[in-house]
């Protein structure tokens, strides 16, 4: 190449990358310029005439040898993450690709990132890695699949997920030893690594189990043996070692790639849960690619039903125990009124529909408090927000915009936070909430007790409302310790002054006791079922209908009335009624 030629081809190459190189069939450095002193540690010069090898994490020796593999055709290299080792021992990741010509192989590497550490055969990892393999744990594998699929999507290209089963691969590892051990677990995940999308698409599963994201139209026909041979050699001869996988195209839904993150992610939760070797190659291309297609549609059907507002909504009365009036509704999604909507709420919440859930749900009871804004006594309602849509910023931007104009009605309106998906950050979730309580709103935290996470929401979040799980309440006549825990839940309660409500109260003994301990409110069959009503008055009509003979029965006595006295704080909770004075003359104040 004449010199100006010459000039010409290093400059487009600098245009997209920090450091040349020319690697021969050896690993050898014929070539480098660019910044080989900040990557490598060395001038150029230097490098020159050493290997490349020399130069790149263990981790990373697999994929480097597939990458720059000399004996492959001449052509364009895909390109991967290579963590190069820099002579003040950081590592310092770089994106490298390239062309082949004629057994030589030219290189551009791209910085990342800089990771400090000492000169080491391991990797420093985050808590997105497995430290022993250097690839994604789960968590990273499920944080950063929609980046991959969206980056797929993008370049036009499908994608595909193979799924590996090396069976007792912890026994043999832990057999050979800690450092043997560690060296055929790197060479693994540098093998997984080079298969995957840009070489970081690669994850341990658990210790057997790895799965990789890759580009549906690039074949990985050789990936059990290439395992096999990096195992085989050094596996113990009483250790019977199985390697098998199976591959899997990802539909795309709807063009979101987040969405189709979720629901696959979504489907291999639930064939896990109910699979016995959900890794095994039959049950992959089998039973798993039947279920992903099934959960795609129910998912697409969903998103269709909810797009076009085909819900129904439910209201249950929650009552003051202390005189049985109806304090406020809540409001409950419907989707068939002879099934459970356990399930589909499941499948919003594991696809990030819930988001469109519940805004049409809030939108629907908007509707319905404006219908009753003239009403002299307008009569609450509590609309069901997931901990997913309080942590999406659109939700919380929609939500917004939904209430902006309509301020009378914000006192109206109680916000219940649902706890069958995780908070993961709470600080962030108590400012959404405290500007919610600045507008007027009251919130409540649902099912209190059923998940690990309760005491620290309860830590973090400033609510007004406390929903006891109704598991308790319905073990509590029968089991002492529930009954305990019950008592101590009532307690924090008091003494944070937050009100509590019992749900899934079904007789007057329930009622009773819980009053006793200090719940405030009550919901369940004693007082009313979900009633599906077109408005608020037909709803508190019905209700009210239903529950008058309960309500009206003489089981206030002066012992239960001491007792109230007892727990209750002065100006923070309904004074019980006046002597004479039939309960539903009684109305709490807070309604």
């Known amino acids: 190449m004449e010199k100006s030629g010459t000039k010409r081809w290093l400059a487009f190459a600098f245009a997209n990358a920090d450091l040349l190189l020319e690697i021969d069939p050896d690993l050898t450095i014929l070539f480098a310029a660019g910044a080989v002193s900040n990557l490598m540690g060395v001038a150029d010069g230097a490098a020159i005439g050493r290997r490349l090898d020399g130069f790149v994490a263990q981790f990373d020796m697999a994929g480097l040898t597939k990458l720059v593999d000399t004996r492959a055709d001449s052509g364009r290299i895909d390109p991967a993450i290579v963590r190069l080792v820099h002579q003040d021992g950081r590592l310092v990741p770089v994106r490298m690709t390239g062309y082949r010509i004629d057994r030589h192989v030219y290189l551009t590497c791209s ?30 594998f ?7 699929l969206e980056a797929l999507q993008a370049d036009g290209r499908s994608s595909a997920m193979n799924l590996v089963t090396i069976d007792k691969l912890d026994q043999v590892t832990e057999t050979l030893g800690p450092k043997l051990g560690a060296r055929v677990l790197a ?29 549906a139209d690039k074949t990985t026909a050789g990936l059990e043996k290439e395992i096999t041979d990096i195992v085989a050699p050094v596996c113990p001869d009483d250790i019977d070692l199985q390697v098998s996988s199976a591959s899997i195209r990802i539909p795309v839904f709807d063009t979101d790639s987040v969405k189709t993150k979720n629901i696959l ?14 890794f095994s190659r039959h049950a992959i291309t089998g039973e798993f690619r039947d279920l992903l297609g099934t959960v795609f549609q129910r998912a697409e059907a969903l998103s269709a039903r909810i797009a076009d507002g085909d819900v129904v909504v439910a209201l249950q009365p929650i009552v003051t125990l202390l005189d049985r009036s109806i304090h406020h509704f809540e ?47 307008p009569v609450p309602v ?78 973090k979040l400033s609510i007004d409302y406390i929903k006891i799980d109704g598991s308790y309440i319905r073990d509590m006549i029968h089991r002492p310790r529930k009954e305990s825990i019950l008592r101590s839940m009532t307690s924090l309660c008091r003494d944070l002054r937050v009100s509590a409500i019992g749900e899934m109260i079904e007789n007057d003994e ?38 008058g003979e309960v309500a009206d029965r003489a089981w206030r006595t002066d012992e239960i009335r001491r007792a109230v006295e007892a727990w209750r704080t002065p100006g923070d909770r309904p004074a019980p009624p006046a002597a004479g004075v039939p309960p539903r003359a009684a109305a709490d104040p807070g309604a």
């Open 265 to 278: 992610l979504h489907a291999i939760n639930a064939f896990a849960e109910t699979t016995a070797n959900p």
């Open 142 to 148: 499920e944080a950063s699949l929609a980046q991959r």
């Open 187 to 215: 060479e693994l995940g540098g093998t997984l690594r080079s298969a995957s999308v840009d070489g970081q698409s690669a994850a341990r599963i658990d210790p057997n189990r790895f799965a990789l994201l890759r580009d």
């Open 331 to 377: 409001a409950l999604v419907r989707f068939d009124t002879n099934r459970s909507p356990y399930e589909t709420i499941k499948l919003a919440e594991n696809t990030g529909l819930v988001c469109d859930l519940d805004l049409l749900m809030t939108g629907r009871v908007v509707d319905m408090l404006d219908a009753t804004a003239q009403s002299a006594t």
């Open 382 to 459: 509590a609309v069901n927000i997931s901990a997913v849509s309080l942590e999406t910023d659109t939700f919380v931007a929609a939500l917004e915009t939904l209430l902006a104009d309509r301020a009378s009605l914000r006192p109206h309106l109680l916000i219940e936070i649902t706890e069958s998906m995780e908070i993961r950050d709470l600080d962030r979730a108590n400012a959404v909430l405290q500007h919610l309580r600045s507008q007027g709103h009251k919130i409540c935290l649902d099912d209190f007790g059923a998940g690990s996470s309760s005491f620290s929401y309860v830590n």
């Open 111 to 140: 910085a990342v990132v800089s990771a400090n550490g000492p000169p080491t055969d391991t990797v420093a990892v985050d808590g997105d890695h497995d430290t022993a393999t250097g690839i994604l744990n789960r968590a990273g």
């Open 510 to 547: 329930e009622a009773h006791t819980l009053l006793l301990m200090g719940v405030t409110h009550g919901q369940g069959y004693l007082f009313g079922r979900p009633m599906i009503s077109a408005s608020i008055p037909a709803a508190l009509g019905s209700a009210r209908r239903a529950d």
